[in-house]
């Protein structure tokens, strides 16, 4: 508990001369303050791009994959036939003639030949089906929910009117498509009569037929799985004229591939300089001040920057990497020139690819070596720096406790002053009564 002493003998404001000479000494810790904001600040920066280098370095990694360069597109010359390629598809080609869809069987039933139980039989298997009640409604039902293992789905088809005028419902019952989705029905151990709307049957097309091929595929689906390596096929119509399906390099990704890494080399080299580049600003007394940005004169950080672009720009077997369009500006700046890498393709596919795939592999030993969480040169500097936040926290927390301890020997010493001067201004009141008394009593 502090006890006011305020002026109490003296006359002073102690409370704010105590507070003036704390003040004095809290600039020590103001400075500590300062210096753990910009230590701090450097910390998050080195986070950031700690976690861009990271980034770049997976990318070069990709890019020099050989496996990222077989990049392939698919077309088809007609609508008849779509095709859907995976990443690894392999370059090819194939001419198919598409001679018939994919059908299910559809047949119409009457119900009343289904109000008990009755058996659908699928490519020779009996699946039992055990409607509810004979209504229409639940034998429809009773199909449906055995679709699952049957593949025939039921509908209410509407067949005409009785001679009452109501209407009058027959039993549509649609197979899986394929030969195999055939099915028929029995009820009783009877046959159930069915009218056949529609057949069975498989996808077929021929291969080759404008080299009079005689080789044919099918499909219980309009969909050939892997005709080609990495290639499906759909066809949705009959076709008498070939279609021709190829499968080829699409230069377009390998474009896209190349573009990732200099990109992702562009937006490190920026993330350096714009934290490196000097600001200048005015002060209080209009005095200009020029600062450095957090990464100013940080040797490491220009080795990094310097490696990076050396990686990028170094010759690869004697040719210069603007041979394919990458290029350095006077700002230290990498870029891509599309066009040019695209030509370079175009002229030598395998030497485009194998100089990118070079540089790639450069800058991702580059970035791995800056930013491996084990011995990364960023990640040691952030593990030092994260350091010097800790101990210029544990100073400041320290002289906490130190201004704490001066304002308490600061208050009991103005407080001794105080009782002090009481002491003595009692001590001149007495003193001063008794001169009094003794100047009284000579003039009687």
Known sequence: MTIGID???????????????????????VLLKQKSSVASSIVTALQALNSRVASLAT??????????????????????????????????????????????????????????????????????????????????????????????????????????????????????????????L?????????????????????????AGGSHRLTSTTN??????????????????????????TDPAAQVALADELVGNVSIVLSEIASRTRTTTSTDAAGN??????????????????SDIQSAVTRPVDGRSPS??????????????????FTKALTEDPEGATAMIQAIAGRVAEVAERASSSAEGTITRKITSQESVVKDLGSQVAKWDQRLDARRA??????????????????????????IAGLTASSQQ
């Open 409 to 434: 020997q600061l208050v009991a010493q103005f407080s001794a002053m105080e009782v002090r001067l009481s002491q003595l201004q009692s001590t001149q009141s007495w003193l001063t009564n008794q």
């Open 59 to 184: 990318a070069g990694e990709k890019v020099a994959a050989p496996a990222s360069w077989a990049v392939t597109k698919a077309s088809s010359s007609s609508d008849a036939v779509t095709v859907s390629a995976a990443p690894n598809a392999k370059p090819g080609v194939v001419e198919l003639r598409v001679d018939r869809l994919a059908s299910g069987q559809v047949s119409l039933v009457d119900p009343a030949a289904l109000t008990g139980p009755f058996t659908i039989t699928v490519g020779g298997t009996d699946h039992e089906v055990a409607p509810s009640s004979p209504h229409i409604d639940d034998v429809v039902v009773a199909i449906n929910d055995a679709r699952g293992t049957t593949g025939v789905s039921a509908t209410k088809l509407r067949t005409g009117t009785d001679g009452d005028g109501n209407a009058v419902y027959g039993l549509q019952l649609t197979g899986a498509t394929g030969s195999g989705g055939a099915f028929s």
């Open 223 to 248: 969909t050939f799985d892997g005709l080609l390596d990495g290639v499906d096929l759909t066809v949705s119509t009959v076709s008498a004229d070939p279609v021709r399906v190829t499968v080829a």
């Open 7 to 29: 002026g109490m003998a003296s006359g002073l404001d102690t409370g704010a001369i105590i507070d003036g000479l704390v003040a004095i000494q809290r600039n020590q810790q």
């Open 323 to 340: 041979s394919v369009g990458i290029s350095l500006d006077r700002y230290g700046a990498i870029s891509l020139d599309k066009a040019a």
């Open 288 to 305: 200009t001040v020029v600062s450095g940005g957090v990464f100013s004169g940080d040797s490491a950080i220009r080795f990094l920057t």
């Open 186 to 210: 029995t009820a009783g151990g009877q046959d159930v009569a069915a009218t056949t709307l529609a057949q069975a049957g498989d996808a077929e097309v021929t291969l080759w037929p404008s």
